[in-house]
């Protein structure tokens, strides 16, 4: 019976107490915003706070009615005494009570914009009511047209449509876009016109190819900017982008001529001669880009002449292109059986000649190895340094040829080791020398390497062929023909000359001269 009286008393209270404004006399220290906004769908929290040390009897939400604000719409209750909690009519499953006296709304939507009146009741000090305005913001839906895609044909004037509806609030700005691109349209601009909050339709003149593409309507809000795209195709003119070279071939040659063209449509591409319709083969190499290709396999005297290619596709006039095809005869052919006699003739005298060189070759290589090992055991018994072997990969710049060698013996028995030994073999005899003429790679490490105006201590051999001697520490053999023997005289007489190269030359074991 209680809870009966409670709502009777609220009842009576809706549509007979006006509404109050909270404000720092409130006797529980009520405390609620003027407004509040959120975004359509989203949650939104009405925030209320108060304060009483008496017994609360009852916590009231409504919603002032939009046309008539005397009429109220109960939202949400609350009566501690009964324990009970509900939410009314559209609100249920939805409105819910935050904190003390909050009032939460899930999934808003645009019919729940409007003025909330909270009611709090309390024993011994009455009811105190609060107001708050909610605003539910929507961003606009755009519309673009006139249709999508929009087709239009090259040189004309196109409008695009741009509609925007139920913004709340009003949007702030509009503009368009193409491929991206934002497009800025001028008072005094004689390619656009419109697309903007005053004129949101966009007009374009003097369509081109160019100006296909994907259109987008932006209209800018404070929720979020919202927009509609549309793509706009335009029908141009065929256009032959490139044709082949005018060819000059010979009699049975194999001849292809090539034209590119590009249209919207894309064209159909013909090649002619003398007014004739050739067959060619298509192909689509882009979009808009077509290949028409005409082959001759084998071209005759009477395909010269000038062929046309022509590129069409009802949009404007058609474009044409034209080349020369000039053929040239044969000339008179070698019989076979002749280029074959001729080839096997040659290559029969070439191998003659290799076989031959290469004979020779073997042969004065045998001979030269056979001369040099006559001398290796005076070299060996001399040799104090094994030289570099790298020096037998280079090329010998010779301009003499090698000589015959007299025979020598071979099993001689050394007394002594050195240079030194063989000099005192020698006796008293005087000193010979060579000076080198050409400079000289050794092939095989028991010869010296000889530099132009090297002088040379000869050991062994004048008589032509090779020699034995001593140069820079080293005993080895050295071709006669390359060096001019000369007396020690002369070598004094080099030294005394000065710029010679310095020969060591040892006088005993132990003493040196310079030469």
Known sequence: MEFSVVHAICASLVFVTGPVEANSQSSIGLTIPKTVSTIVSDPATLPATFRTGHRLLSIVWYKLDSTDKSKRTLVYSYYPAAGTREAHGDFNGRASLAGKASLRIDRTTEKDDGTYVLAIMVEGVGNEEGFVKLSIL????VNVGPSNPYVTAWGRSATLTCGVRGAKPNITSLHWKKDGERIVSRPLDAKYSGGNMQKPNLQIRHMT???????????????????????????????????????????????????????NPPPNITWTKDGSRLRSVHSALT?????????????????????????????????????????????????TSTIAVVVGATAGGLWLVVCVGLAVYVARRRKRKEEKKKFAF?????????????????????????????????????????????????????????????AYRPREDNELRLETDDVIEVLEGEDGGWCLGYLRGRIGLFPSNYVKFISSSEVLAMKAGGPCQTLALQESVGSKRSI
């Open 138 to 141: 929507v961003p606009p839906r």
């Open 209 to 263: 190819r160019a100006d296909a593409g994907t259109y987008t309507c932006v209209a800018d809000h404070m929720v979020r900017s919202t927009s509609a795209s549309l793509v706009v195709d335009v029908l141009y003119p065929a256009s032959i982008i490139s044709i082949s070279e005018s060819v000059t071939a010979t009699v049975s040659d194999s001849v292809t001529l090539q034209c590119v063209a590009d249209g």
């Open 287 to 335: 979009g808009d880009v077509r290949m028409g290709s005409y082959l001759i396999k084998s071209v005759q005297a009477n395909d010269t002449g000038t062929f046309l290619c022509t590129a069409e596709n009802d949009i404007g006039e058609s474009s044409t292109k034209s080349l020369s095809l000039t053929i040239k005869q044969l000339r008179r052919r070698v019989a």
């Open 378 to 438: 005076y070299y060996n018994m001399g040799r104090r340094d094994p030289g570099n072997g790298d020096d037998r990969l280079e090329e010998d710049k010779e301009p003499p040829p090698y000589s015959s060698v007299p025979a020598k013996p071979t099993s001689k028995t050394p007394s002594y080791g050195g240079i030194n030994t063989m000099r005192k073999s020698l006796g008293k005899k005087e000193r010979r020398y060579a000076r080198a003429m050409y």
